[in-house]
């Protein structure tokens, strides 16, 4: 267990349908990272946040989806009209900053797009 | 647009030999991270390279950041079958904490 939990860890939603992930990050890290993997693929930077901040979001990434952030602490991934091609493991990590600077993977959000 | 690329992609070993994998980024990093994930896990954090030919040894495992700071090594001696899984490097491309993770590579070691 690394201190960072995500909810729901299994998600199963039919095309077109809107679905939310939750982060929890280690408390006193700042920064906090959403990441998309697929199988036999490494993880695909999604966006990231420094506190409320959202700092970076990839270009790769849609309209469709979205990040908040609110107040610092727990964050949220949105995907509007889901597609099969959103079918992933959602990471989230919460890193620890200074000269280290490990990330803190959570256990993931499974999405399966019907 | 910024790429880091691994190789090999798959290595298979016989217990006690020895694995290396190796990243190569397109653009200077301004440091680099290795992570391992086991098959159905999470990535783990490994180690994190920030100087120019930096070398950092943890037990095994021996970790090379290139002078160029383009590209990195690990280097695992006499491997275990607790090795298996897949090693990511993942660089900061743009000193931003923006993290670009590589392709991977999956070590099977065979007992």
């Known amino acids: 267990d690394t201190g960072v939990s995500q909810d729901p860890r299994h998600k199963i939603t039919k095309r077109g349908q809107n679905v939310t992930f939750r982060c929890d990050p280690i408390?006193?890290?700042?920064?906090l990272y959403w990441y998309r993997q697929t199988l036999g693929q490494g993880p695909e930077f999604l966006t990231y946040?420094?506190?409320?901040?959202?700092?970076?979001k990839s270009r790769l990434l849609s309209d469709r989806f979205s990040a908040e952030r609110p107040k610092g602490s727990f964050s949220t991934l949105e995907i509007q009209r889901t597609e099969q091609g959103d079918s992933a493991m959602y990471l989230c990590?919460?890193?620890?900053?200074?000269?280290?600077?490990?990330?803190?993977f959570g256990p993931g959000t499974r999405l399966t797009v019907l | 647009g910024q790429q880091v690329m691994q190789i090999p992609q798959y290595q298979h070993v016989q217990e006690g030999e020895d694995f290396t994998t190796y990243c190569n980024s397109s653009?200077?990093?301004?440091?680099i991270q290795w992570y391992k994930q086991r098959p159905g896990g999470h990535p783990v954090f490994l180690i994190q390279?920030?100087?120019?030919?930096e070398v950092k040894k943890q037990k095994r495992l021996t970790f090379q950041f290139g002078e160029a700071k383009k590209n990195s090594s690990l280097h695992i001696t006499a491997t275990q079958t607790t090795d298996v899984g897949t090693y990511f490097c993942?660089?900061?491309?743009?000193?931003?904490?923006?993290?670009?993770f590589g392709t991977g590579t999956r070590l099977k070691v065979l007992a």
């Open positions: 990590a919460s890193p620890a900053g200074g000269a280290r600077d490990e990330q803190f």
């Open positions: 993942a660089g900061d491309t743009s000193g931003t904490y923006k993290y670009i």
């Open positions: 390279l920030v100087k120019s030919g």
């Open positions: 653009t200077t990093l301004s440091n």
């Open positions: 946040f420094q506190n409320e901040a959202q700092l970076e």
């Open positions: 408390s006193e890290h700042n920064r």
